[in-house]
């Protein structure tokens, strides 16, 4: 895809200076720029890197004044930084934008899907699905019987949604996550064997949830996995069975929640972090990565460590035991004195 500069101008409500024909077909850091690309100056440390970009098109603040000659067309706007999000948003809309079904594809006949659906090849789609409005399915997806998907839902390649699963409008379920498999439900037997527990319940999603590739979440035992409206899960994150996590809560990769535990909204969960079972993890909590929770949280409370205590005792116990060396340098010079009184 190519755009002139008079285009961008009016996606973004700003002003060409310099070529309002001049193409760009990519996206660069200043420092990168080439022929051909389009990049921002929003940050003064990188002022001097506009001199001497290839960048085809430049985004700069309506104030800027250069002080040496440029090569470089620019688009003046209010707010560099902003406009140039908004134009990734906009080129990701349009770079999206796929609709169609193509071949070959599996589409069970008791399957219902709304307008401007994108499948994509080698996609299986089962018995008694409903798909909603403007879904993306790329292709290897796997839908299971009974799924529903509401609008404007992206599943990107190989994500696989087991059967009974439900996710709402305007998620982004990513590549190779797993939604639905069975939770880890084992019994022992008289034997010292381990017995298969069903896994009868389902994954719920609401509205707005990401989930990032390699992440997998269990269905229930009885009920649902509930992962509540905004939540954003990141890369490689273990989600076990009937796990409820609360509104706009984040999670960063490779945590593993383990099963029935209640998370709060609003919370921010560091990486590797390990949380127990059967636990409520309240609102507003913070948990720093690689933090080992086994106990209840009560809201707005900040943690680290493994077991996990507040924030501000873990600082001050790390500097005791960063110098417990020298401690009991001191403590055993002392000791020594005292033997031999």
């Known amino acids: 895809m190519k755009f002139t500069a008079a285009q961008i101008a009016g996606i973004l409500n700003g002003t060409v200076d310099g ?100 499948l994509g090849a080698f996609s299986y789609i089962g018995e008694n699905v409903k798909i909603g409005d403007n879904v993306k399915i790329y292709p290897n997806v796997y839908i299971g019987d009974n799924v529903k998907v509401g609008n404007n839902t992206v599943l990107f390649t190989g994500a696989k949604l087991y059967s009974e699963t439900v996710v709402g409008e305007s998620c ?30 389902n994954v719920i999603l ?38 409820t996590i609360g509104e706009n809560t984040v999670i960063a990769a490779q945590t593993g929640v383990a099963g029935s535990t209640k998370i709060g909204k609003n919370c921010i969960i560091g990486g590797q972090v390990g949380i127990a079972g059967h636990i409520t993890i309240g609102d507003n909590v913070k948990i720093q990565a690689q933090s080992g929770i086994g106990r209840n949280v009560k809201d707005n409370e900040t943690l680290q460590g493994s077991p996990a205590f507040g924030y501000g005792d873990f600082n001050k116990s790390y500097v005791y035991f960063k110098n417990l060396p020298k401690i009991m340098e001191r403590f055993n010079i002392v000791e020594k004195k005292v033997d031999n009184e």
């Open 19 to 118: 070529d309002e024909g001049i193409e760009v077909s990519k996206l660069a850091k200043i420092e990168e720029g080439s022929k051909g690309s389009l990049t921002f100056l929003a940050n003064p440390k990188y002022t001097h890197y506009i001199y001497s970009t290839q960048a085809s098109i430049t985004i700069v603040n309506d104030d800027f004044v250069a002080s040496q000659d440029l090569s470089t067309t620019l688009i003046r706007v209010e707010n560099a930084y902003k406009a140039f999000s908004q134009l990734l948003e906009y080129y990701n809309q349009v770079k999206m934008n796929k609709t169609g079904i193509e071949s070959p594809v599996y589409i069970s006949e008791t399957a219902k899907y709304g307008e401007n659906l994108y």
């Open 172 to 201: 982004v379920i990513n590549s190779g996550v797993v939604i639905g498999a069975d939770g880890f439900g084992f019994t022992p037997n008289e034997r010292g064997e381990y017995n298969k527990v069903p896994q009868t319940g």
């Open 206 to 243: 609401e509205d707005n949830v990401d989930v990032g590739p390699g992440t997998t979440i269990d269905r229930a035992t009885l009920g649902s996995t509930l992962i509540k409206k905004g939540v954003k899960l990141d890369n490689q994150i273990q989600i076990a069975h009937n796990v």
